[in-house]
């Protein structure tokens, strides 16, 4: 039986952790919705006009990023997930001692800064590096080409930054994997493919879309890799965000261009959160009854 | 077992193991070039091998102060938002409450907007509200995006936790206060310490949302974006395989510390093992 | 477990309702903050008086050499706090701008911006008019094309720092032939350009060299030359728009010509000493960097100490030295003609009236809010296109 003081511990310990959350994200979305309705400049102020037109213009006008945005972050997913899985399959089952210090390998560049580890690959790919050499006599690179200032380098750079986000969801579903579901599917003749493809895969399904999700997510969003590695026609939505909020100071286009990101992007994540429930998204499963 | 068996098994763990390299050479890029002596502004290009810059690593003030100040930042936000986070995690696993999908969609979507998005909201409200921007500002974004992932770190913390024992320092006796300071929380501190861990690392690094809400404030990353106009110092170089280095030699010795704890866990059942019943639990 | 909590969305509905009522309801005790406009017309004029404290000055970076604010401190008994935090001028418009809005300089009693940023600042009302009476040094030694500048006449809210001229910024062992604007857009160089990305340096430079005149140019010339950069832009012909980091690529050669400012030419020759600084044919850009007293400055007598601190020629020589732009003030070419002749005679540091005979100085897109938005825009889809 439960006292009316034990019903409201849950809200007490919500309730710090909430109010920061809707006071300082909530109430900003709430103001970026207005400042995408107004029209005006800071000379003259900003007057709400209820001006949707913004928001035709802006996807109109930036439709290209757009595209570009969700396409870079798209092939950058892929490619975490590729180069993913394998790390956080062996860091979940092949690592033995040493899965502590491989996870936090995972996650200690971080340390270094972002943008630091975008310029270094800046100086990686230069025009002249010996990287660049091999890949040319790869022919991976035409032999008058570069890796700098192109899409390639703008995807190099997102996927190399996001795949931390990828292994740890997956790395956290795969742990959970119950051994002997496998040892189960080898005793009943299942190739080690069959195995994977089978079993291993679906039941580490939540993992590999929460993973997918973070990554996609701010992928779509970023911009600091296209400034640094990319060239004049890398510029993703997230580079005409700042530059209409920071240079033209065109505060209602940015924040409709801001907010017409996040609904699509929302979109796909309440999609998700439907098919799978919100837990799901955190990384815990159906427990096998 | 033959060599391509042995390939087979191992194969996953080669490319894993190549996927780490992959994930640690700009890192290996950066720590080379900290030895470099450029003639001029710019250190791309090998010129020649110095300690010179980290015998001098903390003379250049500038870099000093923005890293100070993110170091700060990120020891506040790590403290708040676990803090604020942990609180919510326990709400979420332990209870079942009216609300529960909302709180957690609330929780869910700031990690589904992207930071150019939260970066810009906040900026936003501050300009419409007339606040200045500073450190407080700054703080304020910081343990707002860093909450989510302390409640997710901490939550699949308490997920796995054993709530038997909880319920056996009941009956022995021991109030609920008693029982959450003396089993939960120690019993908890790893999930705590990753979550503490994870969001100093993500304030240290964040740029983005800094970049929109800093004002005149200049965290180290924002250091690092205004250099880069005019040739970063080798001091950055070296400041950031410093910071590299310590957060690796941390984990080594919290690893090392649980070897030896888990060896002396083994001894003492060992020991126990020769006495006569273990009591079940 | 999860079936529960599938079927249940108008509970959700409602709840998210609440929340965002909540929102409203705290967000409708929000303020006035940016949707009033600001304007010039009741600046306040700067105080003069006995300079004593603390001074903070924000500057960009390799703007000063290593001794003058030392010299300055013994000398006045001011302590200076230097800081080199203006990296782009929208980039510190952007910094600034909730501050000085609400009438806050951030502790700053100094910035200092390009001509076109200290006009718009002016114009929004963020800066302070300076008194005459206090700054006669320096009327007396400003040289006199710097006295009556379109955008400040009689220089009432900026006094110049240092000047500079955007031009061809060039890697002659590369590209030696590389003499006009328009050489930019030759194929042979294809993705070996890049272009300043600041609207107001490279735009002008594309009319002049088709023969426009940037200070009469419509707003129609502005979008044609964009329009012109946008077709390279496509072609392949420009591999970035660059902010102040285009040296980095010329020294890699990665990049062969770059539109940009003198005073870097001098300065990379330390990185590689084939880039030099190429004057164009049809003449190039010249700008100002303006020293203002913003709005909330907590010591503008300071101030007025340390403008005429360095408008002494002697003084401002020891900055010249290090810093390789173009002086404001009169008298420093003899000093230094003694101290380092080869400095004294530099053209780009000391340009002659031949070498700077079809220069323009800096200005901006024409026309009312509207006009200067659609170019505005039609630079930024360029850019970030």
């Not at chain 1, 920071?246 to 065109?250: G, I, Q």
């Not at chain 3, 009556?148 to 955008?151: K, L, Q, R, W």
């Given at each position: 039986m439960t006292t009316l003081r034990q019903r409201l511990v849950p809200y007490a310990l919500l309730a710090p952790g909430l109010l920061w959350l809707t006071l300082f994200f909530v109430v900003p979305m709430y103001f970026m919705g207005e400042l995408s309705l107004k029209t005006g400049s800071l000379a003259d102020g900003f007057q709400l006009t209820w001006a949707f037109e913004n928001y035709t213009n802006a996807i109109s006008n930036y439709s290209t990023q757009f595209g570009r945005a969700f396409l870079y972050a798209g092939v950058a997913t892929v490619l975490c997930l590729l180069l993913g899985y394998p790390l956080a399959y062996a860091i979940a089952f092949k690592a033995g001692r040493w899965q502590n210090l491989m996870l936090f390998a995972v996650i200690a560049p971080f340390f270094t800064t972002y943008l630091i580890r975008t310029i270094a690959w800046k100086t990686i790919l230069e025009d002249n590096s010996p990287v660049v050499d091999v890949l040319k006599f790869l022919h991976i690179v035409p032999q008058d080409g570069r890796v700098l200032a192109t899409a390639g380098a703008v995807i190099a750079g997102l996927t190399y930054n996001f795949l931390p986000f990828m292994v740890l969801p997956l790395y956290a579903s795969l742990e959970r994997l119950d051994l002997r579901l496998l040892e189960a599917s080898r005793d009943l003749y299942a190739s080690a493919r069959q195995t994977f493809l089978k079993v291993t895969l679906p039941l580490t399904a939540p993992g590999i879309i929460a993973g997918v999700l973070l990554t996609f997510i701010p992928a779509a969003g970023d911009y600091v890799n296209a400034t640094f590695l990319g060239g004049t026609n890398q510029s993703m939505i997230g580079n005409v965000i700042q530059a209409q909020y920071?240079?033209?100071?065109?505060y209602p286009t940015a924040a409709a261009l801001s907010f017409t990101l996040l609904v699509i992007i929302l979109i796909a994540v309440l999609l998700y959160i439907r098919f799978a429930g919100t837990e799901a998204l955190m990384g815990e499963e159906e427990e096998v009854r | 077992m033959g060599l391509w068996a042995r390939i087979r098994e191992n194969g996953v763990l080669y490319i894993g193991i190549l996927v780490l390299v992959y994930m640690l050479a700009p890192i290996a890029v950066i720590a080379v070039f900290s030895f470099n002596d450029p003639t001029g502004k710019f250190n791309f290009e090998w010129v020649g091998f110095t300690t010179d810059y980290w015998k001098g690593a903390f003379d250049n003030e500038e870099i000093n102060q923005s890293l100070l100040l993110s170091i700060r930042l990120a020891f506040f936000t790590a403290v708040g938002s676990t803090f604020l986070g942990t609180l919510i995690a326990l709400a979420l696993v332990r209870y079942q409450f009216l609300g529960r999908k909302a709180a957690n969609l609330l929780i869910v979507i700031p990690i589904a907007t992207p930071e150019v998005v939260i970066g810009a909201a906040l900026l936003s409200m501050f300009l419409l509200y007339g606040i200045n921007l500073g450190f407080t500002t700054l703080l304020i974004a910081h343990i707002m995006f860093s909450i989510s992932f302390a409640v997710i770190v901490v939550r699949s913390r308490l997920i796995g936790f054993d709530r038997r024992l909880e319920e056996a320092s009941a009956d022995l006796g021991a109030s609920p206060i008693t029982t959450f300071f003396k089993i939960t929380l120690p019993l908890l501190l790893p999930g705590i310490a990753g979550a503490l861990m994870l969001t100093f690392a993500l304030s240290v690094d964040d740029f983005v949302i800094s970049n929109f809400n800093a004002g005149s404030n200049v965290t180290f990353p924002l250091y690092i974006f205004g250099a880069n106009q005019r040739g970063i110092p080798v001091q950055v170089n070296v400041i950031a395989t410093m910071m590299f280095t310590v957060a690796v030699v941390a984990m080594l010795v919290v690893i090392f510390q649980q070897r030896r704890a888990e060896r002396m866990v083994e001894r003492r059942a060992d020991d126990d093992n020769k006495a006569t019943v273990s009591i079940p639990i | 477990m999860s079936e529960r909590n599938k079927k249940n969305p108008g509970k959700l509905f409602l709840l998210s309702l609440a929340g965002l009522a909540a929102s409203l309801a705290i967000a409708a005790c929000g303020g006035g903050g940016i949707s009033e406009g600001t304007d010039s017309s009741e600046a306040p004029t700067a105080a003069a008086g006995n300079a004593s404290g603390t001074l903070n000055i924000s500057n960009w970076p390799l703007y000063i050499d290593e001794e003058t604010i030392s010299d300055f401190e013994k000398e006045s008994g001011i302590k200076v706090n230097y800081?080199?935090?203006?990296?782009s001028n929208t980039d510190f418009f952007g910094k600034v701008q909730p501050l000085l809005a609400n009438g806050d300089s951030g502790g700053r009693s100094i910035l200092t911006v390009t001509d076109w940023m200290s006009q718009k600042m002016w114009d929004l009302g963020y800066l302070q008019k300076l008194d005459p009476n206090a700054l006669e040094p320096i009327f007396d030694n400003l040289i006199p094309s710097l006295q009556?500048?379109?955008?400040d006449p009689g220089r009432t809210y900026s006094i110049p720092w240092q000047s500079g001229m955007t031009g061809l910024v060039v890697r002659t062992d590369l590209a030696p032939d590389i003499k006009s604007i328009n050489d930019l857009f030759d194929p042979a160089y294809k993705g070996k350009i890049t272009m300043l990305d600041e609207l107001r340096d490279t735009v002008p430079l594309v009319m002049k060299a088709d023969g426009i005149d940037p200070v009469n140019a419509s707003t129609q010339d502005w979008l044609d030359a964009i329009d012109k950069i946008k077709q390279a832009k496509n072609d392949g012909q420009i591999r970035r728009f660059t902010g102040n980091d285009y040296v980095q690529d010329l020294a890699k050669g990665d990049v062969v010509a770059a539109v940009g400012w003198s005073g870097d030419a001098v300065q990379a020759q330390a990185d590689n000493e084939n880039i030099e600084y190429i004057q164009p044919e049809q003449g190039c850009m010249i700008w100002s960097d303006n020293m203002s007293i913003p709005l909330g400055a907590p010591n503008s007598p300071a101030a007025y100490e340390f403008m005429n601190y360095v408008y002494e020629p002697a003084n401002q020589a020891q900055i010249v030295e290090y810093v390789n732009y173009i002086t404001p003030v009169s008298g420093v070419k003899e000093i230094l003609a003694k101290q380092d002749p080869a400095l004294a005679e530099s053209e780009l540091i000391f340009p002659s009236e031949e070498f700077l005979a079809d220069c323009t100085n800096q200005v901006s897109p024409p026309g009312d809010e509207a006009a200067k938005r659609e170019v505005e825009n039609a630079w930024v889809a360029v850019t970030k296109g």
């Open positions: 920071l240079v033209v100071n065109d | - | 800081t080199e935090d203006v990296n009556d500048p379109a955008f």
